[in-house]
Structure formats: structure tokens, C-alpha cells
């Protein structure tokens, strides 16, 4: 099993920055592609960024690219958001699968472990 924590959630207003944090442990054998999502209230769960579980080939959701940026250092995930929106309001989790990235990454449901979210609010 792989656990993940996430951090770095708040309040900001529109234009600001947030750097979003997930810790990574557990089995890593359960872990080859990784990546951010996040679901607004009464919206459906919506793929952010991904990116290879060694920190190589992110990939971002059109709606975000050029704002936000996904990395990874060691054991945790990051997620630095720029140039904040209103509509970038929401619970934002971070998740992985077995399957590497080449396959269809931006489907949510093929991820198979979930942390427990941390909310960013725009307004």
C-alpha cells in the first residue's frame, strides 16, 4: 500500500500563490505515475497535473498549464500554484497507481490511492 498526506491548503485571494505539499510512503512498488486532482463542490473530480513517479514528464490539464507546476523532491509532491483563480477553488488530492503514465494518466479513476485532500479557496 502507498499512503499520502497532503498539506499546504488555505486562503488566498485571486492572483496570489500556493505550493501544495503530498508526503509519499509506503510501498512504492504501488506507485508509477502520481499526481494532483481536485473535485468543487457539486463538480465532477477533475485531473490537474501528473507526473512520472521519478519525478520526470509532467503533464498538465489545459486549464492550468502555465500556472501551475508539479514537481517532486525525495518522498513528497508538490504542486505550486500561480496566478490563483476563483474557479481554482476546491479539495485538491493527491493520488497514484501502479500503471505507469503512458496509459491514459489524466483518468482519475485509475488511480488507485488517495490521500485525504486539503482545501484551496480563491476568493
Known amino acids: 500500500h502507498v499512503q499520502l498526506v497532503e498539506s499546504g491548503g488555505g486562503s488566498v485571494q485571486p492572483g496570489g500563490s500556493l505550493k501544495l505539499s503530498c508526503a509519499v510512503s509506503g510501498s512504492t512498488t504501488g506507485s508509477h505515475c502520481i499526481g494532483w486532482f481536485r473535485q468543487a463542490p457539486g463538480k465532477e473530480r477533475e485531473t490537474v497535473a501528473i507526473i512520472r513517479a521519478d519525478g520526470a514528464y509532467p503533464d498538465y490539464d489545459d486549464d492550468i498549464k502555465g500556472r501551475f507546476t508539479i514537481s517532486r523532491d525525495g518522498d513528497t509532491l508538490y504542486l505550486q500554484m500561480d496566478s490563483l483563480k476563483t474557479e481554482d477553488s476546491a479539495m485538491y488530492y493527491c493520488?497514484?497507481?501502479?500503471?505507469?503514465?503512458?496509459?491514459?494518466?489524466?483518468?482519475?479513476?485509475?488511480?488507485?490511492?488517495w490521500g485525504q485532500g486539503t482545501q484551496v479557496t480563491v476568493s
Open positions: 493520488a497514484t497507481r501502479r500503471e505507469s503514465c503512458a496509459d491514459s494518466p489524466f483518468r482519475s479513476e485509475s488511480y488507485t490511492y
